[in-house]
C-alpha cells in the first residue's frame, strides 16, 4: 500500500475562499475546551512541581541533587535513541484520523513501538553497563555514581513506554487523559518521592520514582490509544525514520537555540555562576511565557495534521496555523503587558540580590512573545510534512544567536547585551519561521490580513505598558500606581482585543 503521506500530498490543492469559516475539524469551541483543561491542569502541576523541588532540596544535600539532576538528564537523552520513529509514526497518525482511516496508521505505530522498545533496552543496557564499570573500576569507590547511571537505566525503559503512549493520546487529541496522567505523577512525585526521600535519602527517591513510573505504566495501560504489537518492516521504518528524524533534529536545534544565551555567558563570563544566576530572573519570566504559549501549541499541534488529513491542502492548515498564531498574538499581548508593568517592582522587592538580571528581563519579554507567536508556524512545517524547512530555520537561528551573543559580550554590553541579542535572534526566527511556511502559502491579501491582526492585538498594548517599565524598583511596591498602570494596560488590551475579534469574525468561527 502507498505510504499515507505520499498519498496526502498527490491530491491536487483546492481554492479556499477568504470569508470561509476556518478552524480545526472538532472545531474551535473543543479546542477552547481542551485548552481550559491543559491550561488549568498545567498550572497545578507548576505548583506541585515547585512544592516537590523546595522539599527535595530540603532533604538531600546539594551534591546528592546534583547526582539526581544528572539521573533526570540521562533520561532526557532517551528520547533521542528511537531517531524520532514515534514522532513520525504519530504524524501519520493525525493526518490518517483527519482521512478517517486510523487503521491505516496502527502499523506505524507499531512499528514505533517496537524500535522504540529496542532502541531504549539498548539504551539502558548502554548506562548499566557504564555503571557497572564505574562500580569495578580499579581505584574508583563503588557508591553513589554506579547507582545513578543503573538507575538511570532501569528507568529509562519503563520512561520511554510511558512517554510513547502519552504521544500516541495527544495525537488522538485525548486530553483529558494525559491532563489526568499529569496530576497522577505530579502528585504521586511529591507524596510518594517525598515520602521515599524522607526515608531513605536518595536511594529512597529513586524507588519513588520507580512507583510513580509504575503507576504511570498502568495509567496508560488502562486509558491506551491504541493497543500495541511487535512488527517489523524494515522499508516502513526506514520511511517513519525520514519522517520522524528531522523532527527530532528541528526539536534538538530548536531546543540549543533557546541555550544558546546560558552557554555563552558560561563561556565568556568570568564570574559566571554569579551573572548566570541573576540572567536567571529573566529566564524565568521567559520559561512561564513561553510555557504558556506551549499550552496552545500542544493542543492545536494534533489538529494541523488532522486538518491536512482532511483537506490535503497546505494552504487550508495554513490558514488554521494562522488563526492559531491570532489567537497567540491576543493572548501574548495581556500577558506581556502586565509581565512589563508588573514584574519589575514585584521581583525586585521579592529578590533584591537578583534585581541586576531585571533590565535583561525586560528585553527577553518581546522575543518570548514573538518565540510564542511563532510556533504554530513551525508546528504546520511538520504536520504537511516540510519538517526539512524547520531544520533549515532552526540550524540557521542557532548561527544567528551565537554571533549575535558573541558580539554582545565582546562589545561589554554584559547581561543586557545578552538579552537584546536573543530576542534579535528570536525575531530573526520569527521573521524565518513564518516566512518558510504561512508566507508561502497564503495568499498576499490573507498574508497582510495576518500580519495587521498581529500587529493589533500586541503592538498597542506592549506600547501602552513601556512606559510603565520599572528596572529600579524602590525597597517598597506602591500598590495603587502598580493596580492603576496595569488596569491600563487591561483597558487597552480590552479594546485590541474586541478589534481582533471583529477583524477575525470569530463569532462566525466559534459558532461551529
Not at 315 to 341: C, F, K, P, W, Y
Not at 394 to 414: E, H, K, P, R
Request: aromatic share 10%; net charge positive.
Amino acid at each position: 500500500m502507498e505510504p499515507l503521506s505520499t498519498r496526502v500530498e498527490t491530491i491536487p490543492a483546492r481554492a479556499t475562499p477568504l470569508h470561509r469559516v476556518v478552524g480545526p475539524v472538532t472545531g474551535w469551541r473543543r479546542a477552547a475546551s481542551d485548552w481550559l483543561v491543559v491550561g488549568g491542569t498545567t498550572v497545578f502541576c507548576h505548583v506541585l512541581g515547585a512544592a516537590t523541588s523546595l522539599l527535595l532540596r530540603i532533604l538531600l544535600d546539594p551534591a546528592q541533587m546534583g547526582v539526581w539532576q544528572t539521573v533526570r538528564l540521562l533520561l532526557s537523552y532517551g528520547n533521542y535513541a528511537n531517531l524520532g520513529i514515534s514522532k513520525g509514526a504519530v504524524r501519520e497518525l493525525t493526518i490518517a484520523r483527519g482521512r478517517g482511516e486510523e487503521a491505516h496508521a496502527r502499523r506505524g505505530l507499531n512499528l514505533a513501538f517496537t524500535v522504540n522498545t529496542l532502541t531504549s533496552a539498548a539504551y539502558a543496557g548502554v548506562l548499566v553497563f557504564i555503571g557497572a564499570r564505574i562500580a569495578w573500576g580499579e581505584g574508583t569507590p563503588a557508591g553513589t555514581w554506579p547507582m545513578a547511571w543503573i538507575v538511570a537505566g532501569l528507568l529509562a525503559v519503563l520512561s520511554r513506554y510511558v512517554t510513547f503512549h502519552v504521544t500516541i493520546l495527544r495525537g488522538q487529541q485525548s486530553f483529558g487523559a494525559t491532563s489526568r496522567l499529569a496530576v497522577v505523577e505530579a502528585v504521586g512525585t511529591l507524596a510518594v518521592g517525598g515520602l521515599c526521600t524522607w526515608i531513605w535519602g536518595l536511594p529512597g527517591l529513586y524507588l519513588g520514582t520507580l512507583i510513580v513510573m509504575l503507576a504511570a505504566l498502568a495509567f496508560v495501560w488502562r486509558h491506551r490509544g491504541a493497543t500495541l504489537d511487535w512488527a517489523w518492516d524494515w522499508a516502513e521504518i526506514r520511511r517513519l525514520v525520514a519522517i520522524g528524524g528531522p523532527i527530532l533534529l528541528a526539536t534538538t536545534l530548536f531546543t540549543l537555540f533557546r541555550s544558546i544565551d546560558k552557554l555563552m555567558i558560561l563561556a565568556w563570563l568570568s564570574d559566571r555562576e554569579y551573572q548566570l544566576g541573576c540572567y536567571s530572573l529573566a529566564l524565568m519570566v521567559g520559561a512561564q511565557l513561553y510555557g504558556l504559549g506551549s499550552i496552545t501549541s500542544l493542543i492545536m499541534s494534533p489538529r494541523y495534521g488532522e486538518k491536512f488529513g482532511v483537506s490535503a491542502d497546505r494552504a487550508d492548515v495554513a490558514r488554521l496555523a494562522a488563526r492559531t498564531g491570532e489567537v497567540q498574538a491576543v493572548v501574548m499581548a495581556l500577558v506581556g503587558g502586565l509581565s512589563l508593568v508588573l514584574a519589575g517592582p514585584l521581583l525586585g522587592w521579592l529578590l533584591p540580590r537578583y534585581r541586576p538580571g531585571l533590565v535583561p528581563m525586560v528585553w527577553l519579554i518581546p522575543g518570548a512573545i514573538l518565540l510564542t507567536i511563532a510556533a504554530p508556524a513551525n508546528q504546520f512545517l511538520i504536520a504537511v510534512n516540510r519538517q526539512r524547512r524547520a531544520v533549515a530555520v532552526a540550524a540557521a537561528v542557532v548561527v544567528l544567536a551565537a554571533a549575535a551573543n558573541y558580539f554582545a559580550l565582546a562589545a561589554g554590553w554584559g547581561l543586557a547585551g545578552v538579552a537584546m541579542a536573543t530576542t534579535a535572534s528570536y525575531a530573526c526566527y520569527f521573521v524565518l519561521v513564518v516566512g518558510a511556511s504561512l508566507w508561502i502559502e497564503l495568499p498576499g491579501g490573507e498574508r497582510l490580513r495576518w500580519l495587521a491582526t498581529v500587529g493589533v492585538a500586541l503592538l498597542p498594548t506592549l506600547l501602552v505598558a513601556l512606559p510603565f517599565v520599572d528596572v529600579e524598583p524602590a525597597a517598597g511596591v506602591d500598590w495603587i500606581s502598580l493596580v492603576y498602570r496595569a488596569g491600563l494596560v487591561v483597558v487597552v488590551w480590552l479594546g485590541c482585543a474586541a478589534v481582533v475579534w471583529r477583524l477575525g469574525d470569530w463569532r462566525r468561527q466559534l459558532a461551529r
